[in-house]
């Protein structure tokens, strides 16, 4: 497994942008896909984006396409979330996740290794 590390949440207004990184320590990074996935307050967690192994293919759930871009650098073991126009409705505990998983798993459950969490809150 790989530990995972998220940083970069904060408080933003609706509009604006943040990018949130998550750093893995571990065996190989590179072995996985990894995910975001977020929990708004009183929900259940959602899958947000996905990237594979190689940065090759990538998976967005439909509520962020066009607005949010997931990248990874293998060379420094992180993968990336970059967030634009961003939404009062994006507000949410942000997490990274690792796992042997296609990109188009959506479900949290497959994922092997998670991150803390980072708090992203969006004001209107």
């Known amino acids: 497994q790989v530990q995972l590390v998220e940083s970069g949440g904060g408080l933003v207004q609706a509009g604006g942008s943040l990018r949130l990184s998550c750093a893995a320590s571990?065996?190989?990074?590179?072995?996985?896909?990894m995910g975001w996935f977020r929990r708004p307050p009183g929900k259940e967690r959602e899958f947000v984006a996905a990237?594979?192994?190689?940065?090759?293919?990538?998976n967005y759930a439909d509520s962020v396409k066009g607005r949010f871009t997931i990248s990874r650098d293998n060379a420094r073991n992180t993968v990336y979330l970059e967030m634009n126009s961003l939404k009062p409705e994006d507000t949410a505990v942000y997490y990274c996740?690792?796992?042997?998983?296609?990109?188009?798993?959506?479900?949290?459950?497959?994922?092997?290794?998670w991150g803390q969490g980072t708090q992203v809150t969006v004001s209107s």
């Open positions: 990237i594979s192994w190689n940065g090759g293919r990538l």
């Open positions: 571990g065996r190989s990074f590179g072995d996985y896909a």
């Open positions: 996740a690792a796992g042997r998983v296609a990109v188009t798993t959506t479900s949290w459950s497959r994922y092997e290794s």
